[in-house]
């Protein structure tokens, strides 16, 4: 089955404990991208990359990183978790060009 | 900077009714639109993808219209089931070939009512 599959689902974490939410795909699509989702303020984009080895920052950058090493994979990294990381978070894949995004299920984070 | 809106923000309709849900975006230089259902701490499911080239999309009970020039988009749902209660999202696709994101509005959340 087709999908983008988010570990772990859900994670509660104490500030400034590093933490990794992994995402992966395996419909080979080029495109992947991190979102953030919180009450009042929608969908916001915090990095994307637009293929192996190649990533750049979204809207909302500040307190994480990412990688690319692989296609399937694109991590989330939160080296020093800070209570307003406290979010929905949800990685995306697709092709460039005409086709849509295809989402993972979200991971539920919160920093206390 | 593009910005996408969706109005209203809530809505309940009882079982069988028909509606439109509304999305309007600021930059019409977009790629394509897409929408997707939210339901409640779950993640997102694509509904229909209309490209900037097309005038609507259908799936089922649902159709969805793009206007590019006007900047708006409807999402039409017939025959409205209480299965169809759910957060409805729009999002707007910029895609220059070196970057690409989606333009997510905030919502519209449904209620359909028995």
């Known amino acids: 089955e087709a999908q983008v599959t988010q570990n772990p689902r859900y994670l509660i974490t104490v500030t400034g404990k590093k933490l990794t939410v992994t995402c992966s795909q395996n419909?080979?699509?080029?495109?992947m991208s991190w979102y953030r989702q919180d009450p009042g303020l929608g969908l916001r984009q915090i990095y994307y990359s637009m293929n192996v080895e190649v990533t750049d920052k979204g809207d909302v950058p500040e307190g994480y990183k990412v990688s690319r090493k692989e296609k399937r994979n694109f991590p989330l990294i939160l080296e020093s978790p800070s209570p307003n990381q406290t979010s929905l978070y949800f990685c995306?894949?697709?092709?460039?060009?005409?086709?849509?995004?295809?989402f993972g299920s979200g991971t539920r984070l919160t920093v206390v | 900077k593009q910005e996408v809106t969706q109005i209203p923000a809530a809505l309940s309709v009882p079982e069988g009714e028909n509606l439109v849900l509304n999305c309007s975006f600021t930059?019409?230089?977009?790629?394509?639109l897409q929408w997707f259902r939210q339901d409640p701490g779950k993640g997102l499911t694509s509904l229909l993808l209309i490209q900037s080239s097309q005038r609507e999309q259908t799936s089922g009970r649902l159709n969805a219209s793009l206007d590019k020039s006007s900047g708006r988009s409807t999402l039409y749902i017939a025959a409205s089931q209480p299965g169809d209660s759910a957060t409805y999202l729009c999002?707007?696709?910029?895609?220059?070939?070196?970057?690409?994101?989606?333009?997510f509005g905030t919502g519209t959340r449904l209620q359909v009512t028995l």
């Open positions: 419909m080979n699509h080029e495109y």
């Open positions: 999002a707007v696709k910029v895609d220059t070939g070196t970057a690409s994101k989606l333009t």
């Open positions: 930059d019409s230089a977009i790629y394509n």
């Open positions: 995306a894949s697709g092709r460039q060009g005409l086709n849509g995004y295809t």
